[in-house]
């Protein structure tokens, strides 16, 4: 089946799903090149501070172009709407909901989805934080065919990109949103006209990047400096790193590597304060603070922090 085909039964009707801030690229330049027939995205969750109800990234970005939106609670309940649809072509990104195989059947061009890595590495729901947080040196995005397992299907297209020692989680979030963007603008032409390319994913190379947990967003003074850089950098700017001092929550938004050694202190004992911040034994030296966010105060800088703290912080420790 090709685009010639579908155009003398009708138009085109390209269906797009996704819900984040990191799909609305892709969908504006789909909009602006494709006829785009209903967009599908999570259901508008409340604010957590004042109990106010948002529309998703990807609902408010449709609703600004008057598309047909629907936000199931499941997908599956929306499946007969889908169905009548008759869609040629589904485009997902980010959607947060695993498709049934009913609806994986339905489009004659097939269902597609922009993955935020290079598969079969990182396949789930936290590829952008995990690859940063392992410390990989390159990440990319994949456009793939998709399955009944989790990012496991063939694969279309991929592009790389390296991962700068400065990226945060936000930066690359923004930096592969533009790359999807891009990649799938390039893809979609062979994909209508049915001369895409097609790869098998190698199953001896899966690796997951599964959500992150409550338990994940705990420093770990334990582990090296670098892991621990790594770790705050790979949750910043949602949903952050955090450690305890004495019986409150200190977020930590930016970090350093020192080259200074404490063998006598303990993990977690605060060594100095800089000009900089403040630094922290780690189990192989030392890493300092320098952004910071304590329970119920805005982002601070660490010297702020600091100075407004009522008493020494050398030799108290964080855990």
């Known amino acids: 089946m090709n685009l010639e085909d579908i155009e003398v039964e009708k138009e085109l009707r390209i269906v797009f799903m996704g819900t984040p801030l990191f799909a609305v690229p892709i969908l504006e330049a789909l909009i602006e090149n494709y006829p785009m027939y209903a967009v599908i995205s999570q259901p508008d969750r409340k604010k957590a501070r004042d109990g106010v109800t948002v529309p998703t990234p990807i609902k408010a970005c449709a609703s600004k172009h008057n598309l047909l939106v629907i936000q199931p609670d499941k997908i599956k309940d929306a499946e007969n709407e889908i169905f009548n649809w008759k869609p040629d072509l589904i485009i997902t990104c980010a959607y947060g909901q695993i498709l049934p195989v009913t609806l994986l059947m339905l489009p004659k061009l097939g269902c597609i989805n922009v993955h935020a890595s290079l598969l079969p590495n990182l396949r789930g729901g936290a590829p952008i934080h995990r690859a940063i947080i392992n410390g990989h040196k390159k990440t990319g995005i994949t456009i793939m065919y ?133 630094g922290v034994k780690v189990s192989n030296g030392e890493i300092i603070f320098k952004v910071v966010q304590p329970e119920g105060k805005k982002e601070m800088s660490a010297t702020s922090f600091v100075n407004g703290y009522p008493e020494n912080l050398v030799g108290k420790i964080l855990r």
């Open 146 to 278: 998709m399955s009944k397992q989790m990012d496991a299907g063939d694969i279309i297209a991929q592009r790389e990109i390296e991962i700068e020692e400065s990226d945060t989680a936000s930066l690359l979030h923004e930096k592969l949103s533009i790359l999807g963007r891009d990649l799938l603008l390039d893809t979609l032409p062979s994909i209508l006209n049915g001369t895409n390319s097609r790869k098998k994913q190698d199953e001896s190379k899966v690796t997951y990047a599964l959500n992150i947990s409550k338990e994940d967003e705990k420093i770990d003074f334990s582990k090296t400096k670098r892991a621990i850089y790594n770790h705050i950098r790979g949750l910043n700017h949602f949903p952050g790193a955090y450690c305890m001092l004495e019986d409150k929550r200190i977020k930590v938004w930016e970090s350093s590597i020192s080259d200074r050694f404490f063998p006598s202190l303990l993990d977690g004992e605060i060594t100095a304060i800089y000009k900089d911040g403040f």
